[in-house]
Nanobody, 125 residues
Framework: QVQLVESGGGLVQAGGSLRLSCSASGLTFSRYVMGWFRQAPGLERQFVGAISYSGGSTQLADSVKGRFTISRDNAKNTVYLQMNSLKPEDTAVYYC??????????????????WGQGTQVTVSS
């Protein structure tokens, strides 16, 4: 059974930092593109970033470029989202997801087969 478990969310002041982790089990982690998405109340799920199988390539949404970074440790079956210079508009539930990719666009939620339960990030002004 595939499980993705996010951790590291919380309440932080604007300008602060958080690091989210997503631990995967039940799959061959290195064969999956890993993505991060977020969803604020009343809004659609939004692409944040994705990282290739080996970690050699990443994509980030324009809204987080220069502030967020994605990394992965295939030995630990874990993907990370380092979030710096946080803004109130970053407040959302953050989800990690796993995709076999196979040519599907990494920014689209339907490209991902497995999802975590999400972790809340709240940025106060």
């Amino acid at each position: 059974q595939v499980q993705l478990v996010e951790s590291g969310g919380g309440l932080v002041q604007a300008g602060g930092s958080l690091r989210l982790s997503c631990s995967a089990s039940g799959l061959t982690f290195s064969r999956y593109v890993m993505g991060w998405f977020r969803q604020a109340p009343g809004l659609e799920r939004q692409f944040v970033g994705a990282i290739s199988y080996s970690g050699g390539s990443t994509q980030l949404a324009d809204s987080v470029k220069g502030r967020f970074t994605i990394s992965r440790d295939n030995a630990k079956n874990t993907v990370y989202l380092q979030m710096n210079s946080l803004k109130p508009e970053d407040t959302a539930v953050y989800y990690c997801a796993a995709s076999l990719n196979l040519g599907t666009p990494v920014k689209v939620p339907t490209s991902y087969a497995y999802w975590g339960q999400g972790t809340q990030v709240t940025v106060s002004s």
